[in-house]
């Protein structure tokens, strides 16, 4: 049997690195030695003060318990606190914060709460799979806008059609921003949060790159922002700034208004994060000062070594202030796709074509620094050989 799919799962785009996967297993089989630059998913460690935590919290058996959505209290609180020391927000730990089984599944959920059939959720494109996936699912209709260089890679706010705005309930946005390594300006997201107040539209704030930062830059939260409270929710998560891709844990700060809804939908459909993770987690935080400036900086260092060998090549590469990726133009007239799957056949090394997370994104290919420099500079010196 073989049971109709319903017609939002219908609605779904489909994977867009078909064979990619495959053919990279099919090269290691032969031996190749692949350098795989294709995911966010660094080879590095989480603290070992997490760990530790992790395990001391396995071993105690109020850890079993359900989570519920309130969660660990100690994690609500070293949120609350982070959010105050890192961007002088202030969240009340118990209506202000949510914690997330990773923040894409908080991601994916927000429309359910705000968007009704026939309403807008404005997204980047290229943008994190969640915002276009949740939206689908929910019955609203995504409004993709590529994001290109003449606009710094902003979502330019002001070029919307008036009659697509009307209809906008909801728009996410990425700064620092993953696929295309861009920062936005403070007066960026002044205009997004007037365009939101304006509009009566939900600002989704994702901020998975907050503390993966370079040269001095602090990216500052949207709630930073005057008038933010009013109609921002922001998303942050624990998987890149500690390496905890697998760990599964992140949190929404906002009003309680927006917090409360998402906590509804979310009653529904799980019922929180192991509180050994949360409990990880805290621990994770309260390590903020002495454990994540050194992993920035081994982050810093890849970008200036990849960004220097790739330009030593023949790429023209920018250097950017925050996330863990390089977003190099295609040095040929290829579909990026194509491009990709030559990096891989002809030279064994997995990089991300940047249609892959919307056709917004062709013509560029995205590389993740997430191996160590000697393996980037080799990753770099094969790409070379295909100019
Ligand atoms: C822009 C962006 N948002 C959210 C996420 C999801 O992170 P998490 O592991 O917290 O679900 C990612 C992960 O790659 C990401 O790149």
């Known amino acids: 049997m073989s049971p109709a799919r319903s017609r939002v799962a219908q609605s779904l785009p489909a994977y867009p690195l078909a064979g990619f996967k495959e053919a990279r297993l099919a090269l290691q089989a032969n031996g190749v030695d692949v350098i795989d630059l294709g995911a966010g998913d660094a080879d590095l460690a989480p603290p070992p003060t997490v760990v530790d935590a992790m395990q001391r919290a396995v071993e105690d058996p109020t850890s079993s318990r359900y989570p519920f959505l309130v969660g660990l209290p100690a994690f609500r609180q070293e949120v609350s606190a982070f959010m105050q020391k890192r961007f002088g927000v202030s969240a009340d730990e118990n209506s202000e914060v949510l914690p997330l089984i990773g923040s894409k599944e908080g991601l994916a959920h927000m429309p359910f709460a705000f968007v009704n059939p026939g309403d807008v959720a404005v997204m ?4 994190y799979q969640a915002y276009r996936g949740g939206t689908l699912l929910a019955g609203g209709e995504p409004w993709m806008v590529p994001l290109r260089p003449e606009n710094d890679f902003l979502l330019p706010l002001d070029q919307l059609p008036a009659e697509v705005v009307a209809r906008t309930r909801m728009l996410f946005l990425n700064y620092p921003n993953n696929p295309t390594a861009a920062s936005a300006p403070d007066a960026y997201f002044r205009q997004a949060i007037d365009f939101c107040r304006e509009h009566d539209v939900v600002l989704v704030h994702d901020h998975a790159y907050s503390e993966i930062a370079f040269d001095g830059y602090r990216p500052p939260s949207v709630l930073e922002y005057e008038g933010a409270r009013e109609v921002a ?3 942050h998560s624990l998987s890149k700034t500690y390496n905890m891709t697998g760990w599964r844990l992140g949190w929404a700060v906002g009003n309680a208004a927006l917090i409360g809804a998402l ?3 979310k009653t ?6 192991f509180l050994g993770v949360q409990a990880a987690g805290a621990a994770a935080l309260q390590s903020w000062e ?3 400036p050194g992993n920035v900086a081994v982050f810093q260092a890849r970008r200036d070594r990849a960004v220097a060998t790739l330009r030593a090549v023949g790429f023209e590469v920018r250097a950017p202030r925050a996330t863990m990726y390089l977003w190099i133009p295609v040095p040929s007239n290829e579909p990026s796709r194509d491009f990709a799957r030559r990096c891989l056949d002809q030279e064994g090394v997995m990089v991300l074509p940047g249609a892959g997370l919307g056709e917004g994104g062709e013509g560029f290919f995205r590389i993740a620094l997430t191996v160590p420099e000697d393996r980037l500079e080799e990753a770099a010196s094969r790409l070379g050989r295909l100019l």
Do not use: H, S
């Open 233 to 235: 929710i922001e998303f």
């Open 268 to 273: 529904f459909v799980d019922t929180g994060a």
């Open 290 to 292: 002495e454990w994540v």
């Open 263 to 265: 906590t509804q939908i």
């Open 124 to 127: 980047p494109d290229p943008g």
